[in-house]
């Protein structure tokens, strides 16, 4: 019994001191559970902490880098502002000093869109008519150029047909082509549009012609593999990779169009930023002459940067 009680006794020991350190390693596990768990807690609001750092460092660096821009543009203005100012002082005002013509200029936007009768409208009512008149020739130039640009682009041999064409016509003067638009249309105002038309197709025609045949010879022999269809391969390659090019046509195409806008109202006498600037001519008040060149400038620049914007946002990103 005693043997039997001391040998229970042993087995209850040893139990016990096998339970012990089965405790001992939960305990340990579980300390090292907690201590990873908190660890990964800490982690945590580290990474935010990081990302929104980040966040401030890019925005900061997009304020800067717009400051930088803005400010140069300021010293850019000034140092043309001096310039102005120099030449008026040059010419003992005959050529009206920056002062004389902004204060013009601000009359003239205070009421933009009188209407007088034909010949006394304001000059946000001349704008649209020009803006419009641009837009119509331009696009009806863009339907045009982008096809032709691909079939060049695309077709050797039609390249060989078109691209000695282009050439040829591409270097005429707008103002000539004025008395064939007058001919066919017998119309100044489409023949105004025709000009725009004429003159914007070349910039988009050679660029997008340039685009189709600079697409790589891979991204071909992955079409001729996969079994592409001819719509497959024009929506999936062949505009995709050539639209940046096509966008920088246009946007090419867009300020020759309202180059030409001017000369084509001058000519054609319909109401239009043009025609305001021939009539204050006329009417002697270079204030409002240079205020429709400001303007024009303007309305140029906000083209630009609009096809920029967008030529930006179709263009590849390394």
């Keep these: 019994m005693v043997q039997k009680d001391g040998g229970g006794a042993t087995t209850f020991y040893k139990r016990k001191i096998v339970n012990t350190l089965n405790l ?20 945590i609001p580290l990474k935010e902490e990081t990302q929104k750092e980040n966040k401030m460092k890019y925005y900061l660096s ?7 821009s803005l400010f140069f543009a300021c010293i850019g203005l000034l140092l043309f ?21 902004l204060t013009v200029m601000q ?9 007088y009768g034909p010949n006394d409208k304001g000059i946000g009512l001349l704008l649209v008519a020009s803006v419009g008149t641009v837009l119509s020739g331009f696009l009806i130039g863009s339907v045009v150029a982008i096809p ?27 103002l000539a082509w004025f008395p064939i638009g007058l001919v066919v249309f017998k119309d100044t105002g489409m023949a105004t549009i025709f000009i725009v038309f004429i003159t914007s197709l070349w910039s988009t025609v050679i660029n997008t012609s340039f685009g189709i045949g600079s697409i790589p010879q891979d991204h071909k022999n992955v079409a001729k593999a ?11 390659i062949l505009i995709p990779f ?5 966008i920088t046509g246009l946007r090419l195409s867009i300020g020759v169009a309202w180059l030409v806008i001017v000369a084509g109202e001058m000519l054609s006498g319909a109401s239009g930023i043009g025609f305001f600037v021939w009539d204050s001519w006329n009417a002697l008040s270079l ?5 429709a060149i400001l303007i024009i400038g303007i309305v140029g620049l906000l083209f630009d940067k609009l096809f920029t914007f967008i030529e930006n946002k179709v263009s590849y990103k390394a």
Excluded at 28 to 43: D, G, H, I, Q
Excluded at 62 to 68: E, G, P, R
Excluded at 229 to 236: E, G
Excluded at 242 to 246: D, G, N, Y
Aim: no cysteine.
């Design 226 to 236: 996969f079994g592409f269809s001819k719509w497959r391969y024009l929506t999936k």
């Design 62 to 68: 997009i304020v800067i880098d717009k400051s930088k």
């Design 242 to 246: 050539s639209l940046p090019h096509i």
């Design 107 to 115: 009359e003239m936007l205070s009421d933009p869109f009188y209407d």
């Design 24 to 43: 001992d390693e939960m305990s340990e596990t579980e300390t090292l559970t907690m201590t990873e768990s908190e660890n990964v807690e800490s982690a």
């Design 148 to 174: 032709l640009g691909i079939l060049m682009g695309a077709s050797k041999t039609f390249k060989q047909i078109l691209y000695p064409l282009v050439q040829l016509l591409k270097p005429v003067s707008p």
């Design 81 to 101: 502002g001096g310039f102005w100012s120099f030449m008026s002082s040059y010419t003992e005002n005959e050529l009206p000093g920056p002062v004389a013509t």
């Design 287 to 291: 204030e409002k002459v240079i205020s």
